[in-house]
């Protein structure tokens, strides 16, 4: 089954890429004798489908997104496989779902690495084609062996370089976790050895203050839930912390760091095809963006966030530019889950809206079952190759970039790997708009639903409707089968399950066989 995919996956790529002749010998071939395109990713984090403006906001100018957006394929139906970080990130790194493994939940800050060194990586499969490989910003799939046993103060045991990367500029986790320094390539960037780094996620260190105790001393942002431990540049954090003196990040520069991080690779990669994944902060928790950034969207923080993200997806694109590397470096701008306004922090962000809708249409936002926790903004922009202007209502999901990559670079993907994966391309690359034939997406209490083009299946839960623990989100967990009719577009609000028991039936097959 894997090979006749990667098989296929070679023939569509020979008829994607114009230098490439197609030939009856096979992939290899063609392949070899091909440049291939630079590919990167740009996820944001917690960015709704409704957040840029050529998805539709207002109160918030998105430029360089939007410029982006023009120079390609503006996806409309469009999932991540999570509505949480650390599942959604998995997925796409690995081709499989989150959910076939218990430990893939949104993880802590002193998490071990959860993609295993033995396991194939997205970065593997680029590297064993010939890319140089990185990854930059946002992480949070753990890092190092033991889970609360890393030596912050030496290089890490395992991290990013055994999982294909040849280099990584990461934080850990989140913003809002310790430890808040940034990571490159398994050690502490700018280690102070004035500071050692001691983290737990069990209890405080003696003598440091936490945002409970001393709240007094969070003089860049309070928190409005959770959010209450070890203080880093006057924000409270989840987890506890002391050290790191110099290397300890300003949240007002994560944007600038990474960035710089992200322009000085490509210029040093110009000359041979690189794969980078560039995972933004923006627009989770801490929101706190340059001074440079401040009041320029009218929503407060989050939509500055939202300015400082395109910001940087401007800059990235003027360096390939800039660098004539535009034409063969296939950009791809997405988020790891749905939005969400309060998520712990006293930023205003639910009472600055004035009438944006973070989420879009789409009912319920990360957390949710309800599309809002899924459906994220999808845009591929590839010029000269990709068509400019272009807009698809394609189903797909990001489970399937990781086979529709190997298809473009000719990989083979080792068997049992990757194996929730599709190789999608053509849709991708806009040359056709085959849907996926079904999508599946998985809430932050693991619940599944099953996305059809037409119909929505969320499977009965013990959840709660609302999350009780602060944010104030629809979760769309209910007891009894939900069945949608999602050409109604009433916003899963009209339960159908008991009127149209084949679908439901069919829908809930699809999941019963994939748990398999
Ligand atoms: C929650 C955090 C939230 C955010 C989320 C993960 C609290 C009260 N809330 O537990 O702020 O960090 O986890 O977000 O701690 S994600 O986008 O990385 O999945
Ligand atoms: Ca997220």
Redesign the pocket.
């Known amino acids: 089954m894997k090979k006749d995919l990667l098989l296929l996956s070679g023939i569509s790529a020979a008829s994607l890429i114009p230098s490439m002749a197609q030939t009856p010998e096979g992939e290899a071939f063609c392949l070899k004798n091909s440049p291939k395109p630079n590919v990167i990713v740009i996820l944001a984090?917690?960015l709704g489908y409704g957040d840029l403006q050529c998805y539709g906001a207002r109160n918030v100018l998105t430029p360089n997104v939007d410029r982006l957006a023009e120079s390609g394929i503006r996806f409309t139906n469009a999932h991540a496989v999570a509505s949480?970080?650390?599942p959604?990130r998995y997925s796409l790194l690995t081709g499989m779902y989150s959910w076939r493994r218990n430990d893939t939940d949104?993880a802590r800050g002193d998490a071990a690495m959860i993609i295993r060194p033995e396991q194939y990586s997205l970065a593997d499969m680029f590297k064993n084609a010939g890319y140089a490989t990185c990854a930059i910003g946002?992480w949070?799939l753990g890092l190092g062996d033991v889970t609360g046993r890393q030596d912050w103060n030496a290089p890490l045991p395992s991290a990013l370089g055994d999982i294909g990367f040849d280099y990584s500029y990461i934080m850990a986790?989140?913003a809002?976790?310790v430890p808040c320094v940034f990571m490159e390539n398994g050690k502490v960037a700018n280690y102070d050895p004035s500071a050692p780094i001691y983290v737990s996620y069990e209890k405080n260190f003696e003598g440091e203050p936490t945002g409970r105790d001393n709240p007094e001393l969070l003089y860049n942002l309070r928190h409005s839930?959770?959010?209450d431990m070890s203080i880093v540049n006057g924000i409270g954090r989840?987890g506890f912390m002391k050290g790191g003196g110099k290397a300890l990040w300003k949240d007002e520069n994560i944007a600038d760091s990474i960035t710089v991080h992200a322009v000085d690779f490509i210029i040093a990669h110009k000359n041979k095809p690189f794969f980078m994944y560039f995972a933004t902060n923006d627009v989770?928790?801490p929101r706190f963006p340059h001074e440079r950034f401040r009041g320029q969207s009218g929503m407060g923080l989050r939509g500055d966030a939202i300015v400082q993200f395109d910001w940087c997806v401007g800059e990235l694109i003027r360096t390939l530019e800039e660098q004539g590397i535009a034409d063969n470096t296939l950009v791809i701008l997405t988020s790891?889950?749905g939005p969400v306004e309060d998520?712990?922090y006293d930023d205003m962000a639910e009472e600055l809206l004035n009438g944006h809708c973070p989420a879009g249409p789409w009912r319920g936002g990360?957390y949710s079952a309800f599309e809002g926790g899924t459906a994220v903004p999808f845009i591929v922009s590839w010029p000269g190759t990709v068509g400019e202007k272009m807009e698809s209502d394609a189903l797909i999901s990001h489970i399937d970039l990781f086979a529709s990559f190997a298809s473009l670079t000719g990989a083979v993907i080792p068997k049992g790997n990757a194996t929730d994966s599709r190789n999608h391309l053509s849709t991708i690359l806009g040359q056709d708009r085959t849907d996926r034939e079904y999508v599946i997406e998985q809430a932050a209490n693991r619940t599944l639903s099953v996305r059809t083009k037409d119909w929505k299946y969320i499977e009965p839960s013990d959840g709660k409707p609302m999350i009780d623990?602060?944010p104030k989100i629809e979760t769309g967990y209910l007891s009894t089968p939900q069945l949608f009719d999602m050409r109604e577009n009433t916003g899963e609000r009209n339960n159908v399950a008991s009127k149209h028991i084949d679908v439901l039936f069919e829908l809930q097959n699809i999941l019963r066989k994939e748990r398999k």
């Open positions: 984090d917690d949480t970080s650390t959604s949104v946002k949070h986790a989140t809002d976790r839930h959770g959010h989840i989770h928790v790891d889950n998520d712990g990360k623990w602060g």
